[in-house]
C-alpha cells in the first residue's frame, strides 16, 4: 500500500493509504499546503466536490479544515475500498460522503452546488474538455475549481486561472469565473 499524510486541520499528521492503480497520482503535501493557503486554511461551512478521489488526499483535507459536506467520487472499485478504509480510520467525519461513479454521469445528475471542485483526472484522456461543459451546473456562481493537469491550463470554460503552480510533471491551477 502506498501512503500520504494530511497536512492540517483536525486530521492533521494522519496517514491515508491507497493501492497502486492506473493514473492514480496523490496530491503532494507540498502542493496541498500550497492550495489550501490559495483558498484560506478554513473551509467552514464549503462544500466541495473530489470528482476523481484516488487517495482521497483532496477530499479528506478538505474535511480536516472544516468543509460541511465533502463529496468523493471514485470508479475503481479497490481505490473506493480504500477511501472506505480511510473514512473508518478518520471515524467516519460526517461531512465525508464517498460515492462509486463517473465523474460525467455525476455532473449530468447532480443536484447541489458546491464552493470547490477539485480535478484531477487521469492524464492525456481529454477529460477536462469532456467535464468543461457540465461544471457550471455544479459550481456556485464565485466558486473555484482545483484543477491539476499534465500541461499550464489559462482557462476552463468560464474559469480562468488565478494562481498556478508545477511541482514535478504536474501543473496545478486555481481557477475562478472573472468578476464584473
Not at 160 to 177: C, D, I, K, N, S
Request: include cysteine.
Amino acid at each position: 500500500m502506498n501512503s500520504v499524510r494530511i497536512v492540517g486541520g483536525e486530521f492533521r499528521r494522519r496517514v491515508l493509504r491507497f493501492p497502486d492503480s492506473e493514473g492514480l497520482r496523490p496530491t503532494p503535501d507540498r502542493v496541498r499546503e500550497t492550495l489550501f493557503n490559495w483558498l484560506g486554511q478554513d473551509l467552514d461551512g464549503w462544500h466541495c466536490l473530489d470528482l476523481f478521489a484516488g487517495s482521497g488526499a483532496l477530499g479528506f483535507e478538505a474535511a480536516s479544515r472544516g468543509a460541511a459536506r465533502v463529496v468523493m467520487l471514485e470508479k475503481s472499485p479497490r481505490v473506493l475500498a480504500a477511501l472506505h478504509e480511510n473514512h473508518e480510520l478518520l471515524h467516519k467525519p460526517a461531512a465525508v460522503e464517498i460515492r462509486s461513479g463517473d465523474a460525467l454521469q455525476y455532473l449530468s445528475s447532480a443536484k447541489s452546488k458546491f464552493d470547490l471542485i477539485f480535478l484531477d483526472p487521469p492524464y492525456r484522456k481529454g477529460w477536462l474538455n469532456r467535464l468543461e461543459p457540465l461544471l457550471a451546473g455544479v459550481l456556485d456562481e464565485d466558486g473555484a475549481l482545483y484543477v491539476e493537469a499534465e500541461n499550464e491550463i489559462e482557462s476552463l470554460g468560464a474559469w480562468r486561472t488565478v494562481r498556478h503552480g508545477r511541482a514535478g510533471e504536474v501543473h496545478y491551477h486555481l481557477l475562478r469565473r472573472p468578476t464584473a
